[in-house]
């Protein structure tokens, strides 16, 4: 069982790994951290991800197919001051000095421990004090939601929020049409209230479409996805 920790910082975090166990290993433990993960499995992919959805961070490996991970630092440094954390499996002084040089920030060496892997995103986030979901301006349709000012609009009317209603309406406009499961939206609740359950998503979803839906039993923006969680429509 993978052990949950505490979140320093929400992040969008793309994992750009071609082995699909290793990404999914990842990104569980990354999720479980509190951070949203995109995987890619080439370095062309990665590439494509970044510039569509802008995350806070990547985690690249060095041997991707298509384009490899030098590869992919290489372009993104002429784009990007983007934070990244470089996986190899090579082990040569020269090679990991090759990596940082044309502009990697951190590396890892395989195989390592998933729970090192996400202190360094930590440590890497804090240090570059790259910018989380919860510190941008979201728009998805109509809705507005500034974390900032802890603001929501709706076609420029303010909607009153309770934390918890803002965490979870927060995390789903961060990435429109994206579903998201109740187990996911649950870990975003810790320390905005006091008792979670996975019925405590519902009513706070409940409660959202209330305040935002001209008609809560046919939702507009909040929609359910049946069997799986609640998405943002974009």
Do not use: W
Request: glycine share 6%; hydrophobic share 40%.
């Amino acid at each position: 069982m993978v052990p949950p920790t505490l979140a320093v910082m929400c992040a969008h975090v793309l994992v750009a790994e071609d082995d699909a166990k290793q990404a999914e290993l990842v990104r569980r433990y990354l999720e479980l951290d509190g951070h949203t993960v995109t995987l890619a499995d080439d370095g062309q992919v990665a590439l494509d991800l970044y510039r569509s959805h802008r995350p806070d961070l990547l985690v690249l490996d060095v041997m991707m197919p298509r384009m490899d991970g030098l590869d992919v630092c290489r372009v993104l440094r002429r784009e990007s001051s983007l934070p990244v954390l470089m996986l190899t499996a090579r082990a040569t002084e020269d090679e990991l000095l090759l990596g940082l040089d044309i502009g990697a920030d951190d590396y890892l060496r395989k195989p390592y421990s998933p729970r090192e892997l996400v202190a360094r995103v930590r440590t890497l986030l804090r240090r570059t004090g790259a910018a989380s979901p919860a510190d941008r301006l979201m728009r998805a349709g109509e809705l507005h939601i500034d974390p900032v000012r802890h603001e929501v609009r709706l076609g420029g009317r303010v909607i009153d929020c309770t934390p918890g209603e803002f965490e979870l309406l927060s995390a789903l406009a961060a990435e429109p049409g994206r579903v998201f499961t109740r187990a996911q939206l649950l870990r975003r609740l810790h320390g905005f209230d006091r008792y979670v359950t996975v019925r405590t998503v519902d009513v706070h979803i409940m409660n959202l479409r209330k305040k935002i839906e001209t008609d809560p039993r046919n939702p507009a923006h909040v929609l359910t996805v049946y069997g799986v969680g609640y998405k943002v429509a974009g």
